[in-house]
């Protein structure tokens, strides 16, 4: 029974860990000609939404560049921004 309670705990300590991550959504750089956003694989919808809003300022519209997976469960996503 040790051992369950040791790996219920690690389990536990890891969902608070991804909790804290979770939803993440962060603006790394901004210029008028890329905008580079770290997040959750599960936030990439919403990542290419705020490129575009951006973007935008600038009047123009977002153009995916990269996508690189840094752990399983962040993505920096690189985009630059174009003319429309």
């Known amino acids: ?19 804290a991550c979770a939803g993440g959504l962060e603006e790394v750089a901004e210029t008028s000609d890329v905008v580079t956003l770290e997040h959750s694989p599960d936030r990439a919808s919403d990542a290419d939404d705020l490129a575009q809003s951006r973007c935008g300022n600038y009047g123009k519209k977002a153009k995916l560049r990269a996508v690189h997976n840094q752990t399983a469960f962040e993505r920096l996503t690189i985009y630059d921004c174009v003319p429309r």
């Open 1 to 19: 029974m040790g051992n369950s309670y040791g790996a219920l705990a690690i389990l536990a300590l890891a969902a608070f860990g991804l909790g």
